[in-house]
Structure formats: structure tokens, C-alpha cells
């Protein structure tokens, strides 16, 4: 199977692979509906909200009746705990298993049983879901929103889907947008800490 999307262009490789598309609303994975534009129904297929209090901060994801699928509840000191549906809470990092390095895939199982790696965990790169049990390139595929240099137009945010991801589609989403967030705060932190370095340098030789 070709791989769904380019690193260097953002763009995807073979449409018959991708049977279905989701755009982002809004570059957010916190607040933000996942959107099939070739679909007749106006209504998000995903619907993401984050709702902040003075004692905690939740983020909520539904499908398209409005059912609460998932919840995250942000944690500052401890991994972050997850609902799926009506199941206990639980680490985050149980449910979906970082490797070894701290950027290695990350694995998780479906309720078969059978094993999933998200790969391209790095800052800048786009993820990729893969399959243990499907040989090949990825079942699913997250691109960046970026710019189209050629027609100077701003490309949202898409998601990706093979058939043989639409077997766990619920998953794929919930999975994808937890691990974003968890990726993108990571992101924040090296720039805040490498901005606050750049800082204090200026100021030694000024």
C-alpha cells in the first residue's frame, strides 16, 4: 500500500487508498469538528470541545449524534486519564503505550486484541497510523494545515482513513487527537524553554 501522504509536500499520494477524508475545522485538536466535505450531511462527523474550570480541564470528543465517545482530563504532575465510552478511566499512557525513546512509536490494541503503532511522533512531521496485522503503508493519516506555495491558498487540516481503518474509526480519531494534543504541548515547551534560552542569551551579551 502507498503511503497516504508526503512529508516534504503534505499532499496525498494515492486517493483510492484514502476512502475517507476529514478536514478540520479549525487547526485545534482541542476545539475543532471533523468534517467529511463530499458527505451531503452538513452536521460534523466529529465533534472535539475543551472546557476549562477552576478545579479541571476536560476535553470531549462526540461522534455525529452528539454521544460522548470520549474525555480527557488534562493532568499537570501525572499522564493524562482517558474515557472511551463507558469504560473505567485510565492513564493515558496505558492506553496508549509510548516506546522505550521519547520518540518512538506509540502502540495501542483495538478491543480484539489486535496492535497499532502511531509513527511520526516528532515535531513537524505528520503522523501515520499503522496496522501490525496489515502489511504495507499506513491505515490512516494525519497532514498538517499548510500553504499551497503554488496557489498562494492555505490548505486545512485533513484526516485520512483506508477501509481498514474504518473498522476502529472511532479509535483512529480519539487515539489521534490525544496524542496531538500530548504532541503539541510537548511542542510549546521546548519552544517556551528555547525562547527563554534565547532571552537570557541576549541578555549575557548585550
Known sequence: MASLTSTSEVTLVSSPTAVLTYTLTNDNPLNTSLVDLSSEYSRPAYKVETHVSSSKTITIVRNSEEDVIASLEWRESFPDKVTIGDKPSVSLNSWMRPGLLPLSPVSFRDEQGRKYQ???????????????????GPIAAFCKAHVDRANDTSIPATFHLTARAREIA??????????EKKRRMRENSVQTRTDSRNFMGLLFFK
Open 170 to 179: 472511532d479509535t483512529c480519531i480519539v487515539s489521534f487527537l490525544f496524542l
Open 118 to 136: 502511531w509513527r511520526n511522533v516528532a515535531a513537524g512531521l505528520n503522523m501515520e497510523l499503522y496496522a501490525v496485522d496489515t502489511p504495507g
